[in-house]
C-alpha cells in the first residue's frame, strides 16, 4: 500500500450532484504530487477528503496503512492565506502548532530558529506580519507547517496570491525544504507550469474526477533554467491539451 492512498473516494452534500466521483489515487513516500484543473473541478474538496477535513460518502482513504477519519497531528496543512497571527510575532507564529497544546521546550523553539533559518528569516524572528511582504509570510507559513516533523504536506494553492518571480522563488524553497525534510505533498493548483515544476506526478482534475495522470520525468534538482527547456514545455503543453479535450 502506498503512503497515502485515496480509493475509490465519492463525496458529495445531501441531494446534490456528487462532486468527487469515484477517484483512486496514490502517493509513495517523499514524492511530490500535485492536483492540476480549472477552479470549481474539485481539487481543493479531493485534498480534504485527503486530509481528513472532510469524510467521504463511498471508499476510503488511508495514510500509512491506516483509515483516515479525521486530520492527524502527523500531517500539516498551508493555505492560500498564510492566516498568521497578526498580534503574535514570527517565531511565536511558527510555534503556534506547538503552543496550541503547551509551552514550547527549548528544542522546539530551537526547531523553530532552524526553519527560519532555511526560509531566510532569522533576522525576522521578532517581527509582526504586518511589517513582512506576501512572500515572506508565506515562508512563514511553511515553517509552522514543518514545525511537528510532518510526513505529509497539505498545500492548498499557497502561492496563487503572489507575484511571478517571488512564486519561483517560494517553489525552489518548498523542494529544497521538502527534500531536506523527506516530506510528502499533495499540492493543489490550477496553474500548468507551477505543477510541472514542482512534481514527480501530476493528476489533472475535471468535473470531479481524474481525467488524466502525468509521471513528470525531469530531474529531480529543478532549476530556473528547466523552466524554458524543451522537455519542459512540452510536458506544459501535454497538460494544457488535456485541459482542452485535445487527443496528443
Not at 125 to 131: G, I, K, T
Not at 134 to 148: D, E, F, T, W
Request: charged share 25%; aromatic share 8%.
Amino acid at each position: 500500500m502506498a503512503f497515502l492512498e485515496i480509493d475509490q473516494v465519492t463525496f458529495g452534500y445531501k441531494r446534490e450532484t456528487p462532486i468527487i466521483t469515484d477517484v483512486s489515487w496514490k502517493i509513495n513516500k517523499g514524492e511530490f504530487h500535485s492536483l492540476l484543473g480549472r477552479s470549481g473541478c474539485g481539487k481543493t474538496t479531493l485534498l480534504k477528503l485527503a486530509s481528513g477535513l472532510l469524510n467521504p460518502v463511498e471508499g476510503a482513504v488511508y495514510l500509512q496503512k491506516k483509515k483516515v477519519v479525521k486530520p492527524s497531528t502527523a500531517v500539516g496543512f498551508v493555505f492560500q492565506s498564510p492566516t498568521l497571527l497578526e498580534w503574535k510575532n514570527v517565531i511565536d507564529n511558527v510555534l503556534l502548532p506547538i503552543t496550541l497544546q503547551k509551552k514550547p521546550n527549548k528544542e522546539e523553539i530551537n526547531r523553530a530558529e532552524y526553519l527560519l533559518d532555511l526560509v531566510g528569516l532569522s533576522s525576522y524572528r521578532s517581527c509582526y506580519p504586518e511589517e513582512l511582504s506576501g512572500g515572506q509570510q508565506s515562508r512563514v507559513a511553511i515553517a509552522r507547517a514543518l514545525i511537528k516533523y510532518p510526513t505529509l504536506l497539505f498545500m492548498d494553492e499557497p502561492f496563487a496570491a503572489l507575484d511571478a518571480i517571488t512564486r519561483e522563488e517560494l517553489q525552489d524553497d518548498l523542494l529544497r525544504l521538502c527534500q531536506m525534510e523527506k516530506t510528502s505533498v499533495l499540492f493543489v493548483t490550477h496553474d500548468i507550469s507551477e505543477a510541472i515544476y514542482l512534481s514527480d506526478q501530476v493528476a489533472l482534475m475535471e468535473a470531479g474526477k481524474i481525467i488524466y495522470n502525468l509521471p513528470v520525468d525531469l530531474p529531480k534538482h529543478r532549476t530556473a533554467e528547466m523552466r524554458y527547456q524543451h522537455s519542459f514545455n512540452e510536458l506544459c503543453l501535454n497538460v494544457r491539451q488535456k485541459m482542452s479535450g485535445q487527443e496528443i
